[in-house]
């Protein structure tokens, strides 16, 4: 079974352009998450999907970071404008609802996007 | 508020050695759940365990093992007789608060090093 997809694995881009970040989730799961990983602030989650609504944004940076989901299978984060302080590694993540149960299951992780922003 | 507290920052050990990875969690929640998270110099982040925390009893897997005591709020992994592989990142995750249980909040992990 494919897991979590992300494209690309590798970006670099100048200060103040647009940057897209693309990731499909694991067919069959109602959780999408996007995280953030430096070495400074470890791994941060940035927001979060379920059944394709954002849940909580809270951890969104500011105005200049973006997230949608448009339908089950495809999610996108736009950094506009980047800056050189947003280089990082991009995480998506999904997973499925406890059926029956109140509770949570684990997350299944993409394998990142690097982006260096110059 | 949630937090989980890896105090170890990096650990480094000699091949068959044993080495347990500590997590100290905090919540006031009466159910929340804890993972591990292994992420090797690849740099994907792979599941290793959940736990609710209505399940105390230890769990083994093949060299892998995890003591969890409530009493202590510890959830603590141990790698019996460690192999060159296991050189990785782990971090211990803690659930979200009641109402937004898929919120996990990550430790700052340990790094461990297993040398030949």
């Known amino acids: 079974d494919a897991g979590v997809i992300q494209s690309p694995r590798h970006e670099v881009t100048e200060m103040g352009q647009e940057v897209t970040l693309r990731c499909k989730p694991i067919?069959?799961?109602?959780?999408l998450f996007w995280y953030r990983q430096t070495m400074m602030r470890g791994l941060e989650l940035l927001i979060y999907?379920?059944?394709?609504?954002?849940?909580?944004d809270s951890g969104m940076p500011e105005d200049r970071f973006s997230a949608k989901m448009p339908n089950a299978s495809f999610s996108t984060l736009k950094i506009q404008p980047s800056e050189p302080r947003d280089s990082a590694v991009y995480f998506c993540?999904?997973?499925?609802?406890?059926?029956?149960?109140?509770?949570?299951?684990?997350?299944?992780f993409g394998p990142g996007t690097r982006l260096t922003v110059l | 508020a949630q937090k989980v507290t890896q105090a170890q920052t990096e650990i480094s050990v000699v091949e068959k050695e044993d080495v347990t990875l500590d997590c100290v969690y905090e919540?006031?929640?009466?159910?929340?759940?804890l993972f591990w998270y292994k992420q090797p110099p690849s740099g994907e982040l792979v599941f290793l365990i959940r736990?609710?925390?209505?399940?105390?009893q230890n769990e083994i897997s093949g060299r892998y093992s995890w003591n969890f005591q409530k009493s202590t709020s510890s959830f603590n992994f141990t790698i019996t007789a460690s192999q060159v592989v296991d050189s990785a990142v782990y971090f211990c995750?803690?659930?979200?608060?009641?109402?937004?249980?898929?919120?996990?909040?990550f430790g700052s992990g340990t790094k461990l090093n297993v040398k030949p």
């Open positions: 993540a999904s997973s499925l609802r406890l059926e029956g149960l109140a509770g949570v299951n684990e997350q299944f």
């Open positions: 067919s069959g799961h109602d959780y």
């Open positions: 999907f379920n059944n394709n609504v954002p849940i909580d």
């Open positions: 919540t006031r929640d009466t159910t929340y759940y």
């Open positions: 736990r609710n925390s209505f399940d105390e």
């Open positions: 995750a803690l659930s979200g608060d009641w109402y937004n249980f898929n919120k996990f909040y």
